[in-house]
């Protein structure tokens, strides 16, 4: 026999020595693994083992793990139905907004609603019920509140036409300035105009007067001349 046969045929021996060993250990400990546990007192340093309590760890994690697996399905179904209906609210969110900025047409303009509650079986967390838009928010001037883009339109235009206002406001005012300055103007010249014309009217009454004076004159020479011409026809003894 060589060396190497020699080697193996004692390594086999000592392997089968140890098996032997480790069987007899484990005959002898045996009987303590299916003994049911003990409810007593163990003492200190001690930690007896059977199979009972591991039978009994083991039921309990599979029922553990059957209660965990049947929860976490309903919990899962939970999550993708509140998952859909998150998704159907973020749409009427978006629907909302929408809205906010300008207004919903088939209502007219109408920009924000007074959204109801859901009720408890719909909702147990008091959601607001988007969907219903039944009671419209109204403004100050009580008719139906528009939406923001609206409001900020109709908001621009009134500064636009208020800015144009004032701007005519300011050239109204320079021509009523001006306007004011020629009526001031035309005024003391028709006062000035006032006093020629008193003054050619008391000129032409004089002048009627002298007028009239000066034919009464006439008359009054041409008269005393013809009767001078008479006396000296008669002085002269001419017929």
Known sequence: MTFIGKLLVFINLIVGIGFAVFGTVVYSERPTWFTPPTDGIVEKGQ???????????????????????????????????????????????????????TGDKARGGAAFFDLPEESREESPKKLLALSIR??????????????????QARLDAAIKGSIEMAEKSYMHRAMIKSLTTQIGITEIRVLKQTDIRNNLTIEAANLADLEVNVALDRDTTRKRLDQLIERLKQLSGKP
């Not at 039921?59 to 899962?76: I, Y």
């Not at 859909?84 to 749409?91: G, P």
């Not at 039944?134 to 409001?151: A, Y």
């Open 134 to 151: 039944d009671v419209i928010v109204k403004g100050p001037d009580g008719r139906d509140l528009q939406g923001s883009e609206t409001l």
């Open 47 to 101: 930690a007896p083992m059977s199979f009972a309590p591991l039978q009994a760890e083991i039921d309990a994690s599979g029922k553990s793990a059957t209660a965990a697996s049947r929860a976490w399905g309903v919990n899962w179904r939970a999550l993708k139905a509140a998952e859909t209906r998150r998704d159907e609210r973020r749409a009427l969110i978006a629907g909302l907004l929408a809205d906010a900025r």
